[in-house]
């Protein structure tokens, strides 16, 4: 089994090296790195040059405007050739060493996606807000889907390659978690959650989502629950 990892990339200069070689030191999986860059002006795009020189089976796309996570993510799931995909944020946020937890649990029970949970496993740093965003989210989810996550906004989605390469994305911005999760749960997709580690960065460090995207992401779940 093959495992894409996309890692979208904006303004991430202090860590983009870092996140690349943990994602490369993850021993006993086949992989592919797909990093798309949304339009970075702070030096990311010359880091990544480096990186593609060093590294030339890493597939590097820049893109030549700011679009979003989501129009950032669509770009880069047409580049992948792996039975499944997972995406990686460019920050420090979380543990590639994690992959082989969710590989594990996708091996042990007849499941179709993987979902890394912050809540059933061991999270730091994490800003009361985005807590209890991340959890009214969640629980909207279940309540319009009839299932049971702990944690839809998780970035470590495991889905299947086929999958998420034929689907039209829509959401250019954040929003893309909650659209992907709701196309999932109606295709009849069954999602199993594993605990995983997380430690948040604040806004200063440069974490990008704020309190707009999280009206934003329960439009999105009404919109692809009930329109689409």
């Known amino acids: ?29 086949d992989k592919e790195l797909v990093i798309v860059d949304d339009g970075s002006t702070d030096g990311s795009i010359d880091i990544l040059k480096k990186i593609g020189e060093k590294y030339p089976e890493i597939k590097i796309v ?9 129009h950032t993510l669509k770009v880069g799931f047409k580049e992948t050739t792996g039975d499944y995909v997972i995406i990686q944020d460019a920050d420090l946020e979380y543990d590639p060493q994690d992959y082989k937890k ?19 496993g061991s999270y730091e740093k994490m800003s009361t807000l985005h807590y209890f965003g991340n959890k009214l989210l969640t629980l909207i989810t279940n309540i319009f889907f009839g299932v ?35 196309k999932i749960l109606k295709s009849g997709l069954k999602i199993k959650e594993v605990p995983i580690s997380y430690e948040g960065r604040a ?4 974490k990008k989502i704020t309190w707009k995207d999280g009206f934003n992401a329960v439009y999105t779940l009404i919109k692809f629950r009930f329109f689409n």
Do not use: H, Q
């Open 148 to 182: 049971m996550l702990t944690d839809m906004e998780t970035c470590y989605k495991l889905i299947p390659g086929d999958f998420i390469r034929s689907i039209d994305i829509k959401s250019e911005r954040f929003d893309f978690e909650p659209e992907i999760t709701a």
């Open 1 to 29: 089994m093959k495992l894409s990892v996309v890692i979208p990339v904006y303004n991430e200069k202090n860590t983009i090296e870092k996140i690349v070689d943990l994602v490369l030191a993850v021993d006993g999986i």
């Open 203 to 206: 806004f200063s460090e440069g």
């Open 62 to 70: 820049i893109k030549g405007e700011n679009r979003g996570k989501g």
């Open 102 to 120: 969710l590989l594990r649990a996708l091996e042990e029970e007849t499941v179709d996606v993987i979902y890394g949970s912050r809540f059933s």
